[in-house]
């Protein structure tokens, strides 16, 4: 990064602090030429564009301001809706991209709400996706059990693996 001074361009770290978020760092630069002192912020950017190309930071209150009217009335904490948030920017952020369509960040957001409770899924994706009649309630409903037998299978695996090791202590 060129000076802001004297636009020499390079420039020396002299110090370096994480934000208390964790989520940016402050580096505090000295210019080799003029000497003088000046600090730079550096994050992870991570942008998402909107229906109509327009482009705004990520921001996780967002995903909680949406998901939070979706569980009204139900048993979901503010840490749960945190949680989630930080869960779908993570999911995010694997993709490796800068720039997000909304779309995906409503896709994103699907499977943690799901895990966290299925009434508020039904009525988020409902809302998302669309839902034109019950007949798209039913089959989200329907993927909803399918998911939750696959849930209980891989449960009862891991009881089997659990007995097995405990036999094995015994032994
Ligand atoms: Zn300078």
Redesign the pocket.
Known sequence: MH??????PD?RVVDSRTSDDGMSIRRRRQ??????RFSTIETASLSVVKRGGVVEPFRRDKIIAGVRKACQGRPVSEQDLALLAQRVEETIRSTGSSEVDSHDVGLAILPPLRDLDEVAYLRFASVYRNFASIDDFEHAVEALRAARVGHARAGQVETDASAVDAGETDA
Not at 3 to 8: A, I, M, S, W
Not at 31 to 36: E, Y
Request: net charge positive; glycine share 8%.
């Open positions: 000076c802001p001074f004297c636009r020499h420039s210019c080799p030429a003029c000497g003088r």
